[in-house]
């Protein structure tokens, strides 16, 4: 079974400086997708970014990138020039078509201070 | 834009109540989820349909029942409510398999 490890329960970071959230996964499939969602106070879950295993580039949305290192089974989360909306839970997950479904990584609450 | 919908938005049950959550989504998506989020642990999924009429287990689907008889709902059924089944729901849809999923606002559940 795929499993998905987020190993900082909370960050914290100043308004406008740079916050990297790790994750990483164990698999033995090769053709997989991970995302990014973000959870602000509100609840809804919202996606940040998503990358497909087979691309070797590192998706990037805005702000928010990735640095996909496949070997490693990493996945981190950049989120630069933080602003206070940002302030919110961080959640990787991981599909792949052997599991045929979506696996969750604990969570990593991030908070931008002014 | 409705996108996904769930009622109710917070509901308080006591041991061995029954209730039915239900889930509706307007964007005609093949796949639909029902998820619960507790704290440490990001959400597991309880139980999927990859289309109308289908219905399948996910990681934790002891005590709970699901039903898709139209293609834009999805029901989650509490049979006898349990203190355990305390927690956030989340329904969420998706196109295919492998799309990003689109999340409903949640409902919180406390069970006494």
């Known amino acids: 079974a795929q499993t998905v490890t987020q190993s900082q329960p909370e960050m914290s970071v100043q308004e406008a400086e740079t916050v990297t959230l790790s994750c990483t996964y164990d698999t033995s499939e090769n053709n997989y997708y991970l995302f990014w969602y973000k959870q602000p106070p509100s609840r809804q879950m919202i996606l940040v970014i998503r990358?497909?295993?087979?691309?070797?580039q590192n998706a990037t949305e805005n702000r928010f990138s990735v640095n996909f290192q496949k070997a490693a089974k990493s996945f981190s989360l950049k989120i630069s020039d933080s602003q206070l909306g940002d302030t919110a839970m961080y959640f990787c997950?991981?599909?792949?078509?052997?599991?045929?479904?979506?696996?969750f990584g604990g969570g990593t609450r991030v908070l931008v201070k002014p | 834009n409705a996108g996904v919908t769930q009622t109710p938005k917070f509901r308080v049950l006591k041991t061995g109540q029954s209730m039915t959550l239900l889930c509706a989504q307007d964007?005609?998506?093949?796949?639909m989820y029902w998820y619960r989020q507790d704290p440490g642990m990001g959400l597991r999924l309880i139980h999927y349909s990859v289309g109308e009429g289908t219905t399948a287990k996910g990681e934790v689907p002891d005590g709970y029942n699901v039903s898709r008889l139209k293609k834009q709902n999805f029901l989650l059924g509490l049979e006898s409510a349990a203190p355990s089944q305390t927690s956030v729901y989340f329904c969420a849809s998706s196109w295919e398999d492998n799309s990003p999923l689109h999340f409903g606002n949640g409902t919180r559940l406390t069970v006494t």
């Open positions: 997950a991981f599909w792949s078509a052997a599991g045929n479904k979506l696996t």
């Open positions: 990358q497909e295993a087979y691309k070797q």
């Open positions: 964007m005609n998506h093949e796949y």
